[in-house]
């Protein structure tokens, strides 16, 4: 179950992720393209970003494609 749910309203959300991510996998890579609430958890995971550099980033919500089907808390 996610920690959070977002208000439904909020449909633009502040991320940051591993700047060679961004440059190099973003949109491309055929897995997953991991992004962090926050800058600590993003440092906590990720040791390269001394490295790499972090960037923030914005991901919006443009269009919900299958409505939702879940069943947390029933059973």
């Known amino acids: 179950m996610p920690k959070k749910k977002l208000k439904s309203k909020e449909k633009i959300v502040?991320?940051?992720m591993c700047a060679t991510d961004w440059e190099w996998?973003?949109?491309e890579v055929l897995g997953s393209?991991?992004?962090?609430?926050s800058v600590?958890?993003?440092?906590?995971?990720?040791?390269?970003?001394?490295e790499c550099g972090i960037v923030?980033?914005?991901v919006k919500l443009?269009?919900?494609?299958?409505?939702?089907n879940r069943k947390w808390g029933k059973g």
């Open 14 to 16: 502040k991320v940051y």
């Open 25 to 27: 996998e973003i949109g």
């Open 33 to 37: 393209t991991p992004v962090y609430s």
């Open 40 to 50: 600590k958890s993003l440092k906590d995971e990720r040791s390269c970003v001394e």
């Open 56 to 58: 923030e980033v914005e």
């Open 62 to 68: 443009s269009q919900w494609i299958q409505p939702e």
